[in-house]
């Protein structure tokens, strides 16, 4: 049998709303409650062939389990942050939603990470491939772009956007938990647009991009701002500035700057030593 992971549970039986609740997915609720009951039996968590204990995560102090959490999150603590759900690719729709352009003005970010033609680029949790598109274009033919994600079901989707727009310098990559699958010291700029705070090993993560990285490569985070009560994202799917630094201060990168140009989010870019 496949026992998935709590994340990929999550998002199989319901994806996340931004602004709502959960939208009613595809996986049978019986089907769910019978492999979260194994996941909670066993303590084990498999996706897709990499397994993780959460006993093994509380033995090293890097995380911290509570019951009591936000509906929103997974109960699961990085240095004082829960970390959020996973948005299931049922949501994927919100990603591509026309509003996007004005709410966020992606021109902007694209502007400010100043892409190069011919660079490697790889778009971390790409999901339908909203960014990935737009990297292509400025990457050009001698450049590559790799989008990752961990639900297959989203790069289904952005792989059939890529065909139908005739764009060839995209690769797909299946990630996991842990690990993005890049090859090493390959990427010129890591991009996470609206990503990290979902992940579920933010330090394994962080530490595998830092091996893809080439040297004197960037990892930039665009992150809703945690600090602005206004902005209208649920609280576990923004992050502040601070924690952002925090959670990455033992890597071996190092903060370089953060831009404030987009209407709602944090830039902030890190180089790698
Ligand atoms: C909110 S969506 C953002 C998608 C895209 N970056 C965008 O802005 O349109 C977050 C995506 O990150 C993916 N994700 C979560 N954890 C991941 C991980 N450890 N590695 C790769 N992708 C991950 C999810 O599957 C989801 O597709």
Redesign the pocket.
């Known amino acids: 049998m496949h026992l998935i992971g709590r994340?990929e549970a999550r998002?199989r039986a319901g994806a996340r709303t931004r602004h709502g609740s959960l939208v009613k997915g595809v996986a049978s609720r019986r089907w769910v409650s019978l492999a979260c009951a194994l996941v909670i039996c066993t303590g084990w968590r498999t996706v897709r062939g990499q397994s993780t204990n959460s006993a093994t995560d509380a033995a090293t102090s890097r995380y911290e389990f509570r019951q009591e959490h936000d509906p929103n999150g997974i109960g699961k603590f990085y240095l004082g942050r829960e970390i959020a759900q996973?948005?299931g690719?049922q949501a994927a729709d919100w990603?591509e939603r026309p509003e996007r352009e004005a709410e966020e003005k992606p021109g902007l970010l694209l502007e400010a990470l100043g892409i190069k033609a011919g660079e490697a680029v790889a778009?971390?949790?790409?999901?339908?491939g909203?960014?990935s598109r737009r990297l292509a274009k400025l990457v050009g033919e001698g450049g590559l772009v790799y989008a990752?994600?961990?639900?297959p079901e989203?790069l289904d989707l952005l792989t059939n956007k890529m065909a139908e727009l005739n764009i060839r310098n995209v690769k797909a990559v299946l990630?996991?938990?842990?690990d993005?699958n890049l090859p090493p010291n390959s990427i010129d700029l890591v991009l996470?647009?609206?990503?990290y705070h979902?992940?579920?090993?933010p330090y394994e993560?962080v530490q595998a991009l830092c091996t893809a990285l080439k040297p004197g490569g960037r990892i930039v985070l665009v992150e809703f701002r945690g600090e602005d009560p206004k902005v209208p994202i649920k609280r576990l799917h923004k992050m502040t500035e601070t924690q952002v630094r925090k959670e990455l201060a033992d890597a071996p990168l190092r903060w370089v700057q953060t831009i404030e140009t987009m209407p709602r989010q944090h830039i902030i870019v890190f180089r790698k030593n």
């Open positions: 994340s998002s996973v948005m690719h990603l778009d971390i949790g790409a999901g339908s909203y960014y990752v994600d961990i639900q989203m990630g996991t938990l842990t993005p996470m647009v609206d990503v979902e992940f579920d090993h993560m």
